[in-house]
C-alpha cells in the first residue's frame, strides 16, 4: 500500500476529489483545531457560537477579531500541499477540492474548483439582507460592525456552532462526492459533522478512500491507503506517483 499504489487508484478513478482540514494549513502558519496548539486548546470554543453572536454581538466581534489576527494574520502563503492538491486538479485527476478550511489557500495555490464548506473567514456577511463585504472594511470600526445598506449585523462568512452549513456548498460538495471514483482526504481528524459524512457515505458506497493525516483519524478503519504523513510531504509525492504512472 505505497503512494505508488495510491496514485494508480486516483489516476484509475476517472474522477477523483479532495477533502481538507486544518492540517493542510499548519505549515502556513495557521494552527489546527484540536491538536495541543490548536484554536480550541487557546481559545473557548462557546464565545464563537451563533447564541453568543446573537446575544453579545459586540463581546463576539471582540475575540472574533482576536482570533482572526491569529489565525488568518497578513501575508499568509499557500504551501506545498495546497499547491499539490492544484497540480492535481490542473492535471484531470481531481474534479475539486471540499474545504473545512477558511483561509483561502486552495484558491491562492490556484486550485480553480474549491468548495468551501465553512464559509470564508477573510469575508463578513450582513444577517439581513445577506451582502458581503471584505473582514478588512470592519477592522478598525466601531464593534458590533452593520451593513451600510440596511443596518443589519454584519457575521463573519464563516459557519458558526450552531450554523447549518451553507446550502449550496453542501449541494456541490455531495455532487463531487458521488461522481467520484476515489476519495482523497488530508489534513482532517474528520471528526465534525456533517464535513466528516462525505468521505464516510462514499466509503459505503464503495468508492476508493484515501487518508494523508499525522494522526488516525475516525475513518482509518475504512480506507483503503491510510498514510500516517505529513502532507506537504505526501501530498507532493503523489504528485510525482501519478505522473510516473
Ligand atoms: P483538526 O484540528 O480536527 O484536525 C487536523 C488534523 O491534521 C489533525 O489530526 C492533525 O494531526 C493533522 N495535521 C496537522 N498538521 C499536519 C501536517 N502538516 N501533515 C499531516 N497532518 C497534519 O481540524 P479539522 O479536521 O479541519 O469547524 O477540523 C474540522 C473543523 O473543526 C474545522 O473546520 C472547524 C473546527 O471546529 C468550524 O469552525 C465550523
Ligand atoms: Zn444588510
Known sequence: RTLRFAAGALADAGSA???????????????DFRGPDGVWARYDAEDFHISRFEADPAGFWADRLDLVD??????????????????????GVLEGVVTQNVDGLHQAAGSESVVELHGNGEHVVCVDCGAR?????????????????????????????????PEYAWYRAHAMAQNAGAFLVAGS???????ASLPREAAARGTTLLLVNHERTALSGRAEYDFRADVTEALPALVDAVRDY
Open 189 to 195: 481528524s474528520l471528526s465534525v459533522e456533517p464535513a
Open 70 to 91: 491569529d489565525l488568518l494574520g497578513e501575508g499568509r502563503e499557500p504551501n506545498a500541499a495546497h499547491e499539490a492538491l492544484a497540480a492535481l486538479e490542473r492535471e
Open 17 to 31: 476529489v479532495a477533502m481538507t482540514g486544518a492540517g493542510v494549513s499548519t505549515a502556513s502558519g495557521i494552527p
Open 133 to 165: 463585504d471584505a473582514l478588512d472594511a470592519v477592522r478598525d470600526g466601531d464593534l458590533p460592525p452593520r451593513c451600510p445598506a440596511c443596518d443589519g449585523l454584519y457575521k463573519p462568512d464563516v459557519v458558526l456552532f450552531g450554523e447549518q452549513l
